[in-house]
């Protein structure tokens, strides 16, 4: 069974730091490229980072380019976030397309204050 666990969120500040922690399983985790994706209330999930299996290439989306940084290792996917602004708040979620299908864990809520 395919699975992400993601972990991490919480309440920040306007200008406060999170660091975001996805456990994959149920595939080989290592043999995919991994994403951060979030969805705000009212809104369409959209795509936030990408990394590539090796983790040699990373890509972001222009609202966090700068401030986030996705990263990985053998045990899992990480999203570091800093600067945060209320806009950032979301549930976020690490995803994995497998098998032809996009594969979502059930998100880490972020909250940043004002």
């Known amino acids: 069974e395919v699975q992400f666990v993601e972990s991490g969120g919480g309440l920040v500040q306007f200008g406060g730091s999170l660091r975001l922690s996805c456990a994959a399983s149920?595939?080989?985790?290592?043999?995919?490229?991994m994403s951060w994706y979030r969805q705000a209330p009212g809104k369409e999930r959209e795509w936030v980072a990408g990394?590539?299996?090796?983790?040699?290439i990373t890509n972001y989306a222009d609202s966090v380019k700068g401030r986030f940084t996705i990263s990985r290792d053998i045990n899992g996917v990480y999203l570091a976030m800093n600067s945060l602004k209320p806009e950032d708040t979301a549930v976020y979620y690490c995803?994995?397309?497998?098998?032809?299908?996009?594969?979502w864990g059930q998100g880490t809520q972020v909250t940043v204050s004002s």
């Open positions: 990394i590539s299996m090796s983790g040699g």
């Open positions: 149920g595939f080989t985790f290592n043999d995919y490229g």
């Open positions: 995803s994995a397309q497998v098998s032809g299908q996009r594969r």
